[in-house]
């Protein structure tokens, strides 16, 4: 199967600041079928980022997503109170599809 | 409203099995792909579990070993997900959630578009 590993585990920035959230993959992943997530303690996952760098409906566009192959970055360009959360990326490419273990980002 | 609401969870022995439902609304149910997700509590996000449209077409995870069965009620928007032979290590949230493709000129990728609030299954003596 194919690991996902995100890094930082936990990122703590300051309202304003730049995220930037990295998801590294054991082996190829087609752009297609790569996405990342947000959640909320307490809620269900909400989908971010679809086929690497679109964005889902609604979503606002500090956030964007860029990579290929086996790297991949998650960047939130100034963050809002209401984004911090745990984020996770995901690949759907070759199954069984897997998530990463997730990144937190926490007030500072 | 796009709507996807589990029922079904609760606590169960090891060894027990437990039958979870998925109802879907406000879509086309069965056009779409559907899944299962689980997460452990205070642990990151499983993918379990696909099936297609017409259920021609289905997928599980490695650690499931013959365990879990998908299966999906088009007729009344439904999708299912029986757990048999249940283990402590089980014990998580179970999300729905759809599978959209968002197909441009030459490219479809996919993605889970719609999950539900999802539903707790718990595995203890």
Known sequence: EIVLTQSP??????????????????QSVSSTYLAWYQQKPGQAPRLLIYGVSSRATGIPDRF????????????????????????????????????????????? | ??????????????GGSLR???AGSGFT???????WVRQAPGKGLEWVSSISGMSSHINYGDS?????TISRDNARSSLYLQMNSLRAEDTA???CARERRFCSSNNCPRALDIWGQGTMVTVSS
């Open chain 2, 64 to 68: 499931l070993k013959g365990r879990f």
């Open chain 2, 20 to 22: 979870l439902s998925c």
């Open chain 2, 29 to 35: 149910f069965s056009i779409f792909n559907m899944n």
């Open chain 2, 1 to 14: 409203e796009v709507q996807l609401v589990e029922s079904g969870g609760g606590l169960v022995k090891p």
């Open chain 1, 64 to 108: 964007s997503g860029s990579g290929s192959g086996t790297d991949f970055t998650l960047t939130i360009s100034r963050l809002e109170p209401e984004d911090f959360a745990v984020y996770y990326c995901q690949q759907s490419g070759t199954s069984p599809w897997t998530f990463g273990l997730g990144t937190k980002v926490e007030i500072k």
């Open chain 1, 9 to 26: 585990g936990t990122l703590s920035l300051s309202p304003g600041e730049r995220a930037t959230l990295s998801c590294r993959a054991s």
């Open chain 2, 93 to 95: 949230v179970y999300f």
